[in-house]
C-alpha cells in the first residue's frame, strides 16, 4: 500500500470513529484528516449536520463587524466549500 492509500484509509477510518464515538476531538481530528479536495465532501456531508450553524471567526472583515463581531452564523455544510474550495 503506497503512502498515499495509507493516508486515505487513516482519513476515512477517523470519519467511521468520529461517528461512532461521536465525541468532539474525534469529529473535529476526521474533519481535519479529511481536507483534501477528493474528501472534503464525503466529509462534510457525514460529520456535519444539515442544520448546523458556521461561525466565521474572521476579524479582519469590516462587512462581518457590522452584523455581529466575529460571530456570522451561516449554513455550515456550504461554508465549508468556501473555506476548503473544490
Known amino acids: 500500500m503506497s503512502e498515499q492509500e ?3 484509509s487513516a482519513a476515512l477510518n477517523a470519519i467511521e ?3 461512532a464515538t461521536k465525541a468532539p476531538k474525534d469529529v ?3 474533519f481535519l484528516l479529511n481536507t483534501a479536495k477528493e474528501s472534503v ?3 462534510a ?3 456535519i449536520a444539515e442544520n448546523a450553524d458556521y461561525v466565521s ?3 479582519s472583515n469590516p462587512e462581518l463587524k457590522k452584523l455581529n463581531p466575529g460571530q456570522v452564523p451561516a449554513k455550515a455544510v456550504t461554508s465549508i ?3 476548503f474550495p473544490m
Do not use: H, M, R, S
Open 41 to 43: 465532501a464525503y466529509a
Open 6 to 8: 495509507t493516508a486515505q
Open 17 to 19: 470513529k468520529a461517528l
Open 81 to 83: 466549500f468556501t473555506l
Open 28 to 30: 473535529v481530528q476526521a
Open 57 to 59: 471567526l474572521n476579524f
Open 45 to 47: 456531508e457525514k460529520l
